[in-house]
């Protein structure tokens, strides 16, 4: 039962544009977002997180963007840069117990 | 300072062989989890360990799972008599306490032949 879904396996974006990676869960009890990036060979890091009680948390050129009554989660890159190419995950928590993570994204920016 | 580290990087066994994979946290993170990661899935969480309390073992798949730290730091998940279907990514994460940023290690690629 996968509670947090990225429907989206891949993503292309020319450089310079912006990225949209999107996150559905179905859990109305999760209170905290993370997104986590990965590139091959290593673990996933942090990159950005937010809060139920907040619906927007932006970071440098990386956004976190939360609406409770869809359910969904999105992450905004801009401008986008070819190191940006990763796995993005994003992840649901209720109270930070378990995390649960979805399938992932795989980013790849064009020069 | 030094992140996360698992140990081996690599492991590849016998169907039916027990496996031990190592987890050293970040010096002074309470929290510890670990996941895996089988191909074309998410990240699955496993067991996760606080302080001293009891660990959240409510993930772990099956009875031949098991995993314990020791003084509070370094963590050993154990998977006895490893099945085909074991094969795959194991991530091991530490944080300060529940609700923080978690810090993931390289992971261990398990493969069960």
């Known amino acids: 039962d996968q509670q947090v879904k990225q429907n989206s396996p891949s993503l292309s974006v020319q450089e310079g544009r912006i990225s949209i990676l999107n996150c559905d869960y179905t859990n109305s009890m999760f209170d905290y977002f993370l997104w986590y990036k990965k590139y091959p060979a290593e673990g996933p890091t942090f990159l950005i997180s937010?809060?139920?009680?907040?619906d927007k948390n932006e970071d440098g050129r990386f956004t976190v963007f939360l609406n409770k009554s869809a359910k969904h989660l999105s992450l905004h890159i801009v401008p986008s840069q070819p190191g940006d190419s990763a796995v993005y995950f994003c992840a649901a928590s209720i109270t930070g117990n378990q995390f649960y993570f979805g399938t992932g994204t795989s980013l790849t920016v064009i020069p | 300072g030094a992140g996360v580290s698992q140990s081996p990087s690599n492991k590849v066994t016998e169907k039916g062989k027990d496996v031990e994979l190592r987890c050293d946290p970040i010096s002074g993170h309470t929290a510890l989890y670990w996941y895996r990661q089988s191909l074309g899935q998410g990240l699955e969480f496993l067991i996760y360990?606080?302080?001293?309390?009891?660990?959240?073992k409510s993930g772990l798949p099956s009875d031949r799972f098991s995993a314990e730290r020791t003084g509070g730091s370094v963590s050993t998940l154990t998977i006895q008599r490893t099945q085909q279907e074991d094969s795959a990514v194991y991530l091991c994460a530490s944080s300060h306490d529940m609700r923080n940023t978690q810090y993931f290690g390289p992971g261990t690629r398990l493969t069960v032949l």
């Open positions: 937010i809060s139920s009680i907040k």
């Open positions: 360990f606080q302080g001293n309390s009891a660990p959240d």
